[in-house]
């Protein structure tokens, strides 16, 4: 049974209007079904979240135009194709400050600029906070946007999926990513907020907040 906002891996991108200023693009691309974001704004901004494979098919949908491309984190799964969309579209780069040197130097890109906690970036006139989120890696980061309606969206990477956080190499890492999931999303934003993860389908805050404890207690 497929769930909130699926994508089938390689199948047809999932077109979603966020607010009346920004439209979300996801589609699922690689052997990891990892997924892609294309934000566009109103006036004509683009960001794309993650650059994971796939190169035609992300040129395809952004129609070889970009502003941005947001790295979540250092794993190789998600920078794939960040090389070759970036040279096509002369991107400006982001990701976590503390992932800067190894998706540099994994996917061989320059002018990689580091955001971390209060930092934001732009899709047009359009503003997403970002969110450090310690724990799956050093530098991992989520995305948050706030539409006109009060509902937001969050973009997490593999630091939240449906069912928990993104796997940790061990306890200090787990307790380190759950208080900033903790402290940064579940106190933050309400149960409307729409998470929107590195891999498969979507879920709400609503979902997954009575499970922390259960979590918390289980340590992954």
């Known amino acids: 049974m497929s769930g909130l906002n699926h994508v089938d891996p390689g199948g047809e991108p999932l077109i979603l209007p966020l607010s009346p200023s920004l439209t979300m693009t996801k589609l699922s691309v690689g052997p990891m079904d990892n997924n892609a974001y294309l934000l566009t ?49 002369g991107a400006a780069l982001h990701c976590g400050r503390p992932d800067v040197h190894a998706i540099a130097t994994g996917a061989w890109v320059e002018n990689l600029t580091g955001l971390w906690d209060g930092d934001t970036v732009t899709v047009g006139d359009q503003v997403l906070d970002v969110i450090g989120l310690v724990g799956h890696t050093p530098g991992s980061i989520a995305l948050a946007y706030e539409g006109a309606d009060g509902v937001a969206h969050l973009f997490t990477g593999d630091s939240l999926f449906p069912g928990g956080p993104g796997k940790t190499s061990g306890p200090a890492d787990f307790t380190s990513l759950l208080d900033d999931l903790e402290r940064g999303v579940f106190a933050r934003f309400d149960d409307r907020t729409v998470v929107h993860p590195g891999h498969g389908d979507d879920t709400t805050l609503g979902a997954e907040r009575p499970h922390l404890p259960e979590w918390r207690a289980r340590g992954w």
């Open 41 to 89: 704004s109103a006036d004509g901004g683009r960001l794309l979240v993650d650059a994971a494979a796939d190169t035609p098919r992300l040129l395809a949908v952004t129609a070889s135009s970009l502003d941005t491309i947001v790295t979540t984190h250092r794993h190789a799964d998600h920078w794939q194709a960040l090389s070759d969309v970036a040279e096509a579209t």
